[in-house]
């Protein structure tokens, strides 16, 4: 069936950096775009960014800019989000999610991956 | 970027009421196609969020018809026709419009 499954839980100390997978099956990966949302401890969905798997284009919130890199690799049919210069507020579970929208309308996201928590702490 | 507001917050609702969740934008979602770019989203407790709503009004795959959406422009609203237990969670607005997508604070909804 149509899914992504993301790497599992992380514990980082600030300043490192982290590496989250996403890797898709049951459809073709190249098709659809992927974003990445994340949930911090007792605060709302946030919208990190996204990346075209066929064309490589992505955007982020500029919160994240500079410090967040999307990146694709299409032999293996995954998706990876890495984040540096961890803070403590960046604790929180880290989604992937495809995009059921195209052309112009890239929303829609009607498969996400069970999540990953990622632990920032000295 | 475009701010989301969601009202009430929280929604304490009984089973088979009715039940409405507003979201505002900042901006027009108005896609000059005559798409609204708004996404409605469930998360329910210890689950990844689910996608319930999309272009507006577009009820996705799966999705009961208790579940409705109307609204265009900056002024949306969510309706449940009949809360059933298994709808508790929050509920979020999402707007795809722009090359930065923003969510809403999101709206608990708890079974009284």
């Known amino acids: 069936q149509v899914q992504l499954v993301q790497s599992g839980a992380e514990v980082k100390k600030p300043g490192a950096s982290v590496k989250v997978s996403c890797k898709a099956s049951?459809?073709?990966?190249?098709?659809?775009?992927l974003h990445w949302v994340r949930k911090a401890p007792g605060q709302g969905l946030e919208w990190m960014g996204r990346?075209?798997?066929?064309?490589?284009?992505?955007a982020s919130a500029q919160k994240f800019q500079g410090r967040v890199l999307m990146t694709t690799e299409k032999s293996s049919d995954t998706a990876y989000m890495d984040l540096s210069r961890l803070r403590s507020d960046d604790t929180a579970v880290y989604y992937c999610?495809?995009?059921?929208?195209?052309?112009?309308?890239?929303?829609?996201?009607?498969?996400w991956g069970q999540g990953t928590l990622v632990t920032v702490s000295s | 970027d475009i701010v989301m507001t969601q009202s009430p917050l929280s929604l304490p609702v009984t089973p088979g009421e009715p039940a409405s969740i507003s979201c505002r934008s900042s901006?027009?979602?108005?896609?000059?196609?005559?798409?609204?770019?708004l996404d409605w989203y469930l998360q329910k407790p210890g689950q990844s969020p689910q996608l319930l709503i999309y272009?507006?009004?577009k009820r996705a795959s799966g999705v009961p018809d208790r579940f409705s959406a109307s609204g265009s422009g900056t002024d949306f609203t969510l309706k449940i026709s009949r809360v059933e237990a298994d709808d508790v969670g929050v509920y979020y607005c999402?707007?795809?419009?722009?090359?930065?997508?923003?969510f809403g604070p999101g709206t608990t909804v708890e079974i009284k």
């Open positions: 272009l507006g009004s």
């Open positions: 049951g459809y073709t990966f190249v098709g659809y775009y």
């Open positions: 999610a495809r995009a059921y929208g195209s052309g112009n309308f890239l929303g829609a996201f009607d498969i």
């Open positions: 901006e027009s979602l108005l896609h000059r196609n005559g798409f609204n770019y």
């Open positions: 999402m707007q795809a419009l722009q090359t930065v997508f923003t």
């Open positions: 990346i075209g798997p066929n064309n490589g284009d992505t």
